[in-house]
């Protein structure tokens, strides 16, 4: 369930530590070198010397005017250790060790140790001097056109930008959820704000990043991953997961958080307090999500949380709706390095031009299941989180040259492959929740050209999970729609 | 003298290498010898412990005679009262990640998880021997704020001695060196503490022993100072 919402909404939102640093009304006269550079690097972060391309002595001139505030990078209070970066309170990530500062026990944070490490000894700075103003006078250059309930979503994620709101956005997968945000981060640009777009996984950052940055060209954009190469610090438009927003304090007046139900955000309060410190305690927070989690359906309902719910593709097509088909005992036919004949029958006699997702529930799985393809005759390859050619082989997926794609739930949200259609292997798997089966029928029918696509749960044994996906799924397409005719 | 036994104090409840939640699962072993699990199950799995044939003086995996490498450093000292060399683990990619983590990046308490395995090698190989760690040049110590080898040697809960000291190095980290850079580069240990290890047997502590160069320059300088001889144990022989 999602608390990230929950935590942002209401007056009882925990004051962050960083807010008031960036109210300093005077600053004395000192000569300060590189002052432009300094204030578009450090503005919005908290960062450790070394990650300041500036000797030592200067940063202490800034220091000295009080452009930058020094502070430790760990914390104690009461008997428990802080890590002033990535907020990390978990006593099993913090470690000690006799150091070169002289303590015999100098501690440091475990975390987000691959950040540069923090420890009691080491500064960390936030940049407490004059935000440089960076107002772009027409970000966006889009020559699209939105479907009616793009435009409802869009104009009321821009007027909550406006009035510094929160509002999320349920959208059904394919709805053209991205779309949706430019006329917001257009406008927060325009105005000289700073916008996070922060979603759970490093794939979303990649796909993304280019499709930003040529909508908005003139726009300074940051992308930020686990492994990114290092990006443009004062950038007005920040893409980045939830792991890397850590870096960043204090920042951003409007947040977009695509897919808040997803992996990160559900099971790390750590994350969704690094994503509320990024952010300036009183920015706009625009929420997009196809599947919300029941907490947050509640709150809808009941009023508590402003919501638009898009239940058309942009395309206007209805969703495909799943269908089931029983595979027999697949997890004892894999581990015979086979696959159902179910499976096999269907994969023949479908038209082989379309590409096809086989979803299957474990990573140990792939390698019989791709093997079994081959023999097939099938292009054919398998990713998951720890593949380290993930990158190319979706690549080569999505340029043809590869016809089925084994992989775990990493690929469920937020790639898209236009004609795709979409197997799930094992859909009784306890791993296949309503929300990611969903979002695992969302991969097919994405393309106006194409919009039916097929998505067969091949099971041994029907699910809640499996059956509730369906009754979803019909749902938003039954739903009347007014505003879209 | 110093023990260090506080390194553990923290950093509990999760595995020391992937920092996963623990989630032990009961064998007989960990049921009945009570010894507390400070990896997970899947890393425990992908330790490269070296079981089998190794050089008896250099401990390198796949020697049951005297290694080359190890003829040749008798040829070149013969007056060496060196004993030998005891490792716990290969150098393999996992390893290399691991040591990646925890001496680059920093993250020092990570070398608890093998503490255990580090005092019984030390009671089985080296016992009543005084354990000396490598040192660190100045510089490379408030770069890294902590050495890697007295992180080491404090797991052996027994007392060791900081008797070597080093001179400032020209050549840069040896990690990025060539194997004849490393045999021929001169490191400038020197005895600091010549009272304490004259007329003992030292064991010199390091995290890894990959040309034996280094290990063995300062056994040498140890022996000079009047140890009656000297052997080794690392963490990793690659």
Redesign the interface.
């Known amino acids: 369930m999602n608390k990230l919402s929950s935590l942002f909404t209401g007056s009882k939102r925990p004051a962050s530590p960083f807010h008031s640093l960036s109210s300093v009304s005077e600053f004395p006269d000192i000569p300060l070198p590189d002052y432009e550079q300094m204030q578009a690097h450090c503005s919005g972060r908290a960062l450790l010397a070394q990650e300041l391309p500036y000797e030592q002595k200067i940063i202490d001139t800034y220091v000295r005017a009080g452009m930058l505030q020094k502070v430790p990078a760990i914390t104690q209070q009461d008997s428990f250790?802080r890590c002033q970066r990535c907020s990390n309170q978990d006593?099993?990530?913090?470690?000690?060790?006799?150091?070169?500062?002289g303590s015999?026990?100098?501690?440091?944070c475990?975390?987000c140790?691959?950040m540069g490490?923090g420890?009691a000894?080491t500064p960390l700075y936030y940049w407490t001097g004059p935000e440089a103003f960076r107002a772009a006078a027409e970000p966006l250059a889009w020559a699209g056109r939105l479907s009616p309930g793009q435009a409802r979503a869009s104009s009321a994620a821009a007027e909550a930008g406006r009035q510094k709101r929160e509002i999320y956005i349920w959208a059904v997968c394919g709805a053209g959820k991205t779309e949706m945000m430019f006329q917001a981060v257009a406008e927060a640009i325009a105005r000289g704000e700073r916008v996070l777009w922060a979603t759970p996984r490093t794939d979303v950052v990649r796909e993304l990043y280019p499709r930003l940055a040529g909508v908005f060209p003139g726009v300074p954009a940051a992308a930020w991953y686990a492994g990114s190469p290092e990006a443009l610090p004062g950038a007005s438009l920040v893409l980045a997961t939830a792991h890397q927003a850590r870096r960043f304090k204090s920042a951003f007046d409007v947040a977009v958080i695509d897919e808040v139900d997803a992996f990160p955000y559900v099971f790390d309060p750590g994350l969704q307090q690094a994503v509320r410190e990024a952010c300036r305690p009183e920015a706009a927070v625009v929420y997009l999500s196809a599947t919300p989690g029941q907490d947050e359906q509640r709150r809808m309902k009941s009023g508590a949380l402003a919501y638009v719910r898009v239940p058309r593709r942009f395309h206007g097509h209805p969703l495909p709706v799943p269908k089931c088909r029983w595979a027999g005992n697949w997890s004892l036919q894999l581990s015979r390095r086979r696959l159902p004949n179910a499976l096999l029958h269907w994969c023949r006699s479908r038209n082989a031009v379309h590409p096809l997702f086989v979803f299957i529930p474990s990573v140990a799985v792939i390698q019989p299941a791709v093997e079994a393809l081959r023999s097939e005759g099938f292009r054919c390859e398998g990713v998951h989180a720890g593949d380290e050619e993930r990158e190319e082989k979706i690549t080569a997926f999505r340029n043809g040259s590869l016809d089925i794609l084994v992989t775990t739930t990493i690929l469920e949200r937020g790639v898209t492959i236009p004609k795709a259609d979409v197997a799930v292997l094992g859909a009784d798997d306890a791993v296949f929740t309503e929300s990611a089966l969903v979002q695992i029928a969302g991969r097919a029918g994405r393309n106006p050209e194409r919009p039916e696509g097929d998505v067969i749960f091949f099971h041994y044994g029907r699910t809640k999970a499996m059956q509730q996906t369906i009754r979803h799924i019909e749902t938003m397409n039954r739903e009347e729609a007014p505003y879209d005719h | 003298m110093t023990t260090d036994g506080a390194l553990l104090s923290f950093a509990r409840g999760r595995c020391l290498s992937c920092r996963e939640q623990l989630q032990t699962s009961w064998t007989y072993n960990n049921l009945f010898t009570w010894k507390k699990s400070l990896l997970c199950d899947n890393c425990t799995e992908q330790l490269p412990a070296i079981t089998g044939a190794a050089c008896p003086e250099c401990w390198a995996p796949g020697h049951p005679e005297v290694c080359p490498d190890c003829l040749r450093w008798r040829r070149q000292n013969s007056a060496g009262r060196w004993v030998k060399n005891v490792s716990l683990f290969h150098y393999d990619s996992w390893m290399q990640a691991w040591t990646t983590r925890w001496k680059f990046r920093g993250d020092a308490v990570m070398a608890a998880a093998f503490y255990h395995d580090l005092r019984h090698a030390y009671r089985k190989h080296f016992h009543g021997f005084v354990p000396v760690p490598i040192p660190l040049t100045p510089e490379r110590t408030l770069e890294r704020r902590f050495n890697q080898a007295e992180v080491l040697a404090a797991g052996l809960n027994i007392p060791y001695v900081s008797a070597l000291e080093r001179a400032t190095e020209a050549a840069g980290k040896q990690s990025k060196q060539t194997k004849r850079e490393r045999l021929q580069s001169v490191r400038g240990f020197t005895v600091s503490l010549p009272e304490i290890v004259s007329g003992r047997n030292v064991l010199i502590i390091d995290d890894i022993y990959t040309t034996g160069a280094t290990v063995r320059e300062a056994a040498g300088v140890l022996e000079a100072a009047g140890a009656a001889s000297a052997a080794s144990l690392t963490l990793i022989r690659a």
Do not use: M
């Open positions: 250790w006593p099993g990530l913090f470690g000690a060790h006799t150091c070169a500062c015999e026990r100098c501690f440091y475990r975390e140790l691959e490490r420890s000894c």
